[in-house]
């Protein structure tokens, strides 16, 4: 079982910056890909980046340059340091922790942290 804990979400500018971490409490935490969701308003769940226990990262096109994913496997905690950010980020932002193992997975989410980009 992993519980997470997201935190950093607020209320931001345009052009502002915020970073968002989540913690985890299990401790074979480099074992697994964490990940950053958003969903905004009416609007479906979509990955906003990834990064696996090798530090190999993706994003979603609509973040690259703007969003880095990290993770201090030491700390049990993967951030998201999000920058010029934009309205259209508006969203409830979810952490995710995956991992496959023979004959099935592991996934869990955490409760979310919403995050507004409004003048």
């Known amino acids: 079982q992993v519980q997470l804990v997201e935190s950093g979400g607020g209320l931001v500018q345009p052009g502002g910056s915020l970073r968002l971490s989540c913690a985890a409490s299990?401790?074979?935490?480099?074992?697994?890909?964490m990940a950053w969701y958003r969903q905004a308003p009416g609007k479906q769940r979509e990955l906003v980046a990834r990064?696996?226990?090798?530090?190999?990262?993706d994003y979603a096109d609509s973040v690259k340059g703007r969003f880095t994913i990290s993770r201090d496997n030491a700390k049990n905690t993967v951030y998201l340091q999000m920058n010029s950010l934009k309205p259209e980020d508006t969203a409830v932002y979810s952490c995710?922790?995956?991992?496959?193992?023979?004959?099935?997975?592991?996934?869990?989410w955490g409760q979310g942290t919403q995050v507004t980009v409004s003048s």
């Open positions: 995710n922790a995956y991992r496959a193992v023979s004959g099935g997975s592991f996934d869990y």
């Open positions: 299990n401790s074979r935490f480099s074992l697994y890909a």
């Open positions: 990064i696996t226990g090798g530090y190999i990262t």
